[in-house]
T-cell receptor
Framework: QQQVKQSPQSLIVQKGGISIINCAYENTAFDYFPWYQQFPGKGPALLIA?????SEKKEGRFTISFNKSAKQFSLHIMDSQPGDSATYFC??????????????FGKGTTLSVSS | KAGVTQTPRYLIKTRGQQVTLSCSPISGHRSVSWYQQTPGQGLQFLFE???????NKGNFPGRFSGRQFSNSRSEMNVSTLELGDSALYLC????????????FGEGSRLTVL
């Protein structure tokens, strides 16, 4: 119940294309869903986050779509660029509970954007 | 302002030894969390400290421990190292429990031989 399942494991997209990464969860107590981007040798950095009372959030080229009934959320990267090549992690947490800021991460998606 | 600082960045230990890793959070951040990152298990939550008290703990054996000081700096310790403890250990800070973005450091890469 604590798992967050992420797919695909790897993704190759042409420059200018749309990258889509999907995540699914079971625990309905999760109330915060962030996406992190990690470059080699660096720590993860927050890209965008959403709460379950919102179905979509957009920040620049990055959009989170959230489907509460299906317990799924996805990251869309529009106009993908070579600089977007990185590993992306979805995550979930129960901020309103004693769990605090503890994040449950998906296994990650390695995105390669070819020029 | 300065980000989360972790030291050392790289270290090599042998089985049975112990290791202490240090984390300085972003100024003003009072919550510090630790995560283990491995190729097989991904990113896994170790523990969270707030106001010098452990508030939450992940599913790791008692060999993994930590503490937080009054200036919010944190250390984690792994005793009796095993080969499987080889990993990138990441520290993250946030303003408070359940509040604000988690900012990660670049990690301490531990290799156990």
């Amino acid at each position: 119940q604590q798992q967050v399942k992420q797919s695909p494991q790897s993704l190759i997209v042409q420059k200018g294309g749309i990258s889509i990464i999907n995540c699914a969860y079971e625990n309905t107590a999760f109330d915060y869903f962030p996406w992190y981007q990690q470059f080699p040798g660096k720590g993860p950095a927050l890209l965008i986050a959403i709460r379950p009372d919102v179905s979509e959030k957009k920040e620049g080229r990055f959009t989170i779509s959230f489907n509460k009934s299906a317990k799924q959320f996805s990251l869309h990267i529009m106009d993908s660029q070579p600089g977007d090549s990185a590993t992306y992690f979805c995550a979930a947490s129960m901020r309103a509970s004693q769990a605090g800021t503890a994040l449950i991460f998906g296994k990650g998606t390695t995105l390669s954007v070819s020029s | 302002k300065a980000g989360v600082t972790q030291t050392p960045r790289y270290l090599i230990k042998t089985r049975g030894q112990q290791v202490t890793l240090s984390c300085s959070p972003i100024s003003g951040h009072r919550s510090v969390s630790w995560y283990q990152q491995t190729p097989g298990q991904g990113l896994q939550f170790l523990f969270e400290y707030f106001s010098e008290t452990q508030r939450n703990k992940g599913n790791f054996p008692g060999r993994f421990s930590g503490r937080q000081f009054s200036n919010s700096r944190s250390e984690m310790n792994v005793s009796t190292l095993e080969l499987g403890d080889s990993a990138l250990y990441l520290c993250a800070s946030s303003l408070g429990r359940g509040a604000g973005e988690l900012f990660f450091g670049e990690g301490s890469r531990l290799t156990v031989l």
